[in-house]
């Protein structure tokens, strides 16, 4: 709207300064230390809280820390009907809406609410590594190619699009079997699914729930990468640290990995504006008073809540087919530029998450086993080994954790521990976590060539936008180290390997 | 919710011109905000429209398709005043996602059925496809939030409002 904001400058400009306030700041929250890793919000701390708050953060991340607002919106979660143990807070914990991003929350099936706020927007953004049997030099000496091929084959960006829309009858198997749609249709290796969390198909999934335009905004956008954080990555494993669950997952010093950050697109973010819409309008209804309308529930079990939980699994499902599309064109691509099948160059799956999600699960509460929805927004699940919803091939090893850092240092992949199951209802950090606005990365970079930077260290970066590119820098992060140091000190994960970028496929 | 009204506040604008309209786009971590002041509801919603349009692409003057601008029609029905304002927003981020860059809105009505009852919105949209040269997207926005949400009406009978959005 060129026209149009010139006319709102010029308006401007002719009538004195801007009346509008901007948000108001928070107000900072009691804490309360609990040992090197964990810090308590009291429950009495907020009007409302019915339990603590749980943030896990080392010295270093609490410096960052201390004056964010996701500290209030972490006390304002403790307040959301049958939330129970504490209303947690991940390493990687920064300023959401409603929720913070990094945020976790048990409700009771019986007694307690869903919140699609603590989702997200974007449900079921995740993360998928592929590992291979190729090593670092063959990759590097082909990697300029290798990056265009990938950043062709890979559609990237805001909006990004295919050029092909789904059918009707497509769209309807995709929201209700996920990646399975993408294996009947010759776009996954038997193995994908078996390492993908829920087999890429969550259960419960009801296409009816999705609205059109939620189909209409998916329908073209399946196999794209879009923007903002969401990123295709080509690693090294620089770093083993636990050789035990390396080989299990089959990542070795020295060898090419491909990590793939992204969700469900614009036909998932519909699907959370539609049902918060919805549960807004019956909040009162069911006497729920909230500090924050942005966190808008309905009790477990009610009309409302089964409509979101069912359109929840679609948009799910889309984003796991969506994933598996882009692993597909991955393989075809790195096939192409390194001349033989990506069978011999074994692109195998190490595993696919969700951290942008809810789950009916069964934890420990009290003493007592209870059936809650886990929400997770901006967490990982860190299941150790033993839990039966783990993959055989990692029963005995438990899960794959994939914590991706930014593009210029390194991401890792962890396992869950058994301290998750104690203490995080199974969950982790999701990456490094935000430090800077976006606006200040950009002002802080200024005239920087950051994809020239980032060349010069060795890493190649392909962007839809490359004046977008600060945005993501190296900056805009919180160090990965720190995360994921207080993730393994407060035993929610352990490290396995470290992984560091080669190239960069952006938005 | 923090912050909301359909009457004058303690924080209502007081701007010296009540005519005065415009919209500014301030950051948010990893979001934006957009702030907007009008002297009336339907003109503060077209300047929000305007913000979210600005913060969504980027579109040259000679940007014209041949056979114009698509235009959409828009209705809503909210609770109250914040309710509108972000189904508003996001009504309009669900069409540039679908149909192109925003590159106007004329809000014929924003008012309640009855005092006390249910707020409405009838509007035009007009939009032209991103081609990547002329029209260009910008920010992906996912969806306008109730976070720290703020609609108000000033002494003067101006408005204002905040709103962020999720980019």
Not at chain 1, 30 to 42: H, K, M, Q, S, V
Not at chain 1, 139 to 151: G, I, T
Not at chain 2, 101 to 128: C, F, K, M, S, Y
Request: include cysteine; hydrophobic fraction near 40%; glycine fraction near 10%.
């Amino acid at each position: 709207m060129a026209k149009g904001t010139r006319r709102a400058r010029d308006a401007r400009a002719a009538t004195g300064p801007r009346p509008a306030r901007g948000p108001r700041p928070a107000a900072p929250v009691t804490l309360e230390r609990l040992d090197a890793y964990r810090w308590r919000i009291p429950a009495d701390a907020r009007r409302g809280m019915r339990v603590d708050g749980l943030v896990f953060a080392d010295d270093r991340l609490m410096a960052s820390l201390r004056d964010d607002p996701a500290l209030e919106q972490v006390a304002n979660v403790a307040t959301l009907p049958g939330i129970v143990g504490a209303s947690l807070a991940m390493p990687d914990i920064h300023h959401g809406y409603g929720f913070p991003v990094g945020g976790v929350a048990a409700t009771l099936v019986d007694g307690g609410v869903v919140s699609p706020g603590g989702i997200g927007f974007d449900i079921n953004c995740g993360v998928r590594l592929l590992r291979s049997d190729v090593d670092e030099p063959e990759v590097r000496a082909r990697l300029d190619a290798l990056a265009d091929a990938l950043f062709d084959a890979v559609p990237s960006g805001v909006g990004a699009r295919t050029g092909r829309r789904l059918s009707g009858p497509d769209m309807e198997r995709v929201l209700r079997d996920g990646a399975r749609w993408a294996s009947d249709t010759g776009r996954a290796w038997d193995s994908d699914l078996r390492l993908t969390e829920d087999g890429g198909r969550l259960a419960g999934a009801d296409p009816s729930a999705v609205s059109p335009r939620a189909r209409q905004r998916g329908a073209d956008q399946l196999g794209t990468l879009g923007s903002g954080n969401h990123f295709l990555e080509v690693q090294v494993v620089e770093r083993v640290v636990d050789p035990v669950a390396a080989e299990a997952f089959g990542l070795a010093p020295g060898r090419v990995t491909v990590m793939i950050h992204c969700g469900s697109r614009g036909l998932g973010h519909q699907v959370c504006t539609d049902h918060l819409a919805t549960m807004d309008r019956v909040v009162a209804r069911h006497g729920i008073e909230l500090p924050d309308r942005q966190l808008a529930c309905a009790p477990l079990g009610t009309p409302e809540a089964d409509a979101y939980l069912g359109a929840m699994a679609a948009a799910a499902n889309f984003a796991w087919a969506n994933r598996q599309l882009i692993a597909d064109a991955t393989r075809e691509a790195f096939a192409r530029v390194l001349g033989r099948p990506a069978t011999r160059l074994g692109l195998h799956q190490v595993y696919d998450l969700s951290h942008n999600i809810a789950k009916l699960e069964t934890h420990v509460v009290d003493g007592r086993e209870v059936r809650v929805c886990v929400h997770r927004k901006g967490a990982t699940r860190a299941f150790p080994a033993g839990r039966p919803e783990l993959p055989d091939a990692y029963r005995t090893v438990g899960q794959p954790v994939l914590v991706p850092g930014d593009m210029g240092r390194a991401s890792w992949v962890a396992v869950g521990a058994p301290g998750s199951l104690e203490r995080s209802f199974g969950s982790a950090c999701h990456g490094a976590g935000r430090l800077l606005s976006r606006h200040a990365a950009l002002r802080q970079l200024k005239g920087v060539d950051v994809a020239g930077q980032l060349r010069r260290e060795g890493i190649l970066v392909r962007a839809e936008r490359r004046d977008l590119l600060a945005e993501e820098a190296s900056i805009a992060y919180k160090d990965v180290e720190a995360v994921m140091d207080t993730a393994v000190g407060a035993g929610l994960v352990r490290a396995v390997a470290r992984l560091r970028p080669l190239a960069v496929i952006k938005g | 919710m923090t912050s909301s009204s359909s009457s004058p506040t303690e924080r209502s604008p007081s701007t010296s011109s009540p005519a005065a309209r415009g919209h500014e786009l301030r950051p948010h971590t990893a979001d934006a905000a957009i702030c907007a002041w009008a002297p009336t509801l339907t003109t503060l919603l077209e300047e929000a429209a305007a913000g979210l349009a600005e913060l969504s692409a980027d579109v040259e003057p000679e940007a014209v398709p041949p056979n114009g601008p698509r235009r959409e029609r828009v209705e809503v029905r909210a609770l109250d005043l914040d309710a509108l304002v972000v189904a508003w927003l996001n009504e309009l981020i669900a069409l540039v996602d679908i149909h192109g860059a925003l590159t106007g809105t004329r809000v014929e009505e924003a008012a309640r059925d009855a005092p006390g009852g249910e707020w409405r919105l009838r509007a035009e949209a007009t939009l032209v496809p991103f081609d990547g040269r002329l029209v260009r997207r910008r920010d992906d926005v996912k969806s306008a939030t109730y976070h720290r949400l703020a609609v108000r009406q000033g002494p003067s009978g101006a408005w204002a409002l905040d709103c962020i959005v999720d980019v």
